[in-house]
């Protein structure tokens, strides 16, 4: 599929720019305190020519079939772009908690560590994460290091997306 850069694009946000559309896979979860797991998931980047890009992620299981079993995880926020290759990530999460991330977009890769973590009072605790996205062959490749529940920063889940 051919990706067209739009016309409105704020030059701040370039180093993202092939991040824009949709994207559909599947992917894999792990941590100590759960059996692992087979995900399928798809974001959403979309832009309107000011300095940010609005994300969109849903996920659900599947099976070993790859059929779903249940719907999973949700996160919605802004990637903001203060500056060429500098990236703020606003982040919120269906589970309850939000997060203040901090990173570099540069050559098809986007990085990002987390400053804040803040919860309500029946989510689980999440203290930090480290996020890195990859545009690997046309696919968009990433991969979430989170340290929760009293575990160390460590991998939780990792996928493969193509453009829709």
């Not at 990706?3 to 992917?27: E, I, K, V, Y």
């Not at 079993?69 to 949700?74: E, I, M, N, P």
Request: with cysteine.
């Amino acid at each position: 599929m051919v990706f067209q850069l739009p016309d409105n694009l704020h030059p701040h946000c370039g180093p993202l720019a092939w991040m824009l559309g949709t994207w559909r896979g599947s992917g894999k979860g792990d941590y100590p305190t759960i059996e692992p797991y087979d995900y399928q998931q798809e974001l959403i980047f979309q832009q309107d020519g000011r300095p940010f890009i609005h994300y969109f992620a849903r996920s659900w299981i599947v099976d070993e079939q790859g059929q779903k079993v249940r719907d999973a995880a949700q996160e919605t926020g802004f990637l903001r772009c203060p500056e060429a290759g500098k990236v703020e990530l606003l982040l919120t999460h269906n589970t309850g908690f939000v997060e203040i991330w901090y990173g570099e977009a540069a050559d098809g890769k986007l990085e990002l560590a987390t400053d804040a973590v803040a919860r309500t009072e029946t989510a689980k605790e999440v203290t930090a994460g480290h996020r890195l996205y990859g545009n690997v062959e046309g696919d968009l490749l990433y991969a979430y290091d989170m340290a929760a529940v009293g575990q160390a920063l460590q991998p939780h889940l990792w996928a493969r997306l193509q453009r829709a």
